[in-house]
């Protein structure tokens, strides 16, 4: 079965950085897009950073551009989130999850998050 | 791009029907049938309900269907039960690989 989990989360000061993980399996993660999506404690959704099946193409939201990162590891089954000059606001649980394919936003499998807090 | 408008809560009784809209603009759920809905139960994960406005995953009771007409897309539970007591959130493609969620609604079984 499909399965996401991501890893890397923690308590980090403003201005330092982390990566976020997130191991595939039960699927043919080379296949398929990936995105990351973040979720304030108590709040919504917000989208964070496509990349494409084959890392061709890469997208992230106005509020992180510039300062995190997308990428893969196909051979490891790996998608990771590089997270730069954090700020207070990006505090949030990320989760990754998988594109259904038609690259339209329909992210049909998730993993169980991973919460960064940033504070000082 | 701003947030797509969802309503903070919703409501109905076991049984009956509910349905919660989703403003967008004519840059997204305008333009796009790629509008998605996802179901959140407390400390989960979000579940796909409904992608391509009108399509529902496999596994996903026919007690959910959504629409869309103009800017907005809605999402209605029909036969309400206890488990469909959720966070509810919409989100459409807004072009340029750019996803949308709306706020989200609180959707309570009375």
């Known amino acids: 079965q499909v399965q996401l989990v991501e890893s890397g989360g923690g308590v980090v000061q403003p201005g330092r950085s982390l990566r976020l993980s997130c191991a595939a399996s039960g699927f043919m993660f080379s296949g398929y897009g990936m995105h990351w999506v973040r979720q304030t404690p108590g709040k919504g959704l917000e989208w964070v950073a496509l990349i494409w099946y084959d890392a061709s193409n890469k997208k992230s939201a106005e509020t992180v551009k510039g300062r995190f990162t997308i990428s893969r590891d196909n051979s490891k089954n790996t998608l990771y989130l590089q997270m730069n000059s954090l700020r207070v606001e990006d505090t949030a649980i990320y989760y990754c999850?998988?594109?259904?394919?038609?690259?339209?936003?329909?992210?049909?499998?998730w993993g169980q998050g991973t919460l960064v807090t940033v504070s000082s | 791009q701003s947030a797509l408008t969802q309503p903070p809560s919703a409501s109905g009784s076991p049984g009956q029907s509910v349905t919660i809209s989703c403003t967008g603009t004519s840059s997204d759920i305008g333009t796009y049938d790629y509008v998605s809905w996802y179901q959140q139960h407390p400390g989960k994960a979000p579940k796909l309900m409904i992608y391509e406005v009108t399509k529902r995953p496999s596994g996903v009771p026919d007690r959910f269907s959504a629409s869309k007409s103009g800017n907005t897309a809605s999402l209605t539970v029909s036969g309400l039960q206890a488990e469909d007591e959720a966070d509810y959130y919409c989100s459409s493609y807004a072009g340029s690989n750019n996803v949308l969620f709306g706020g989200g609604t609180k959707l309570t079984v009375l």
């Open positions: 999850a998988r594109d259904n394919g038609d690259y339209g936003g329909a992210l049909d499998y």
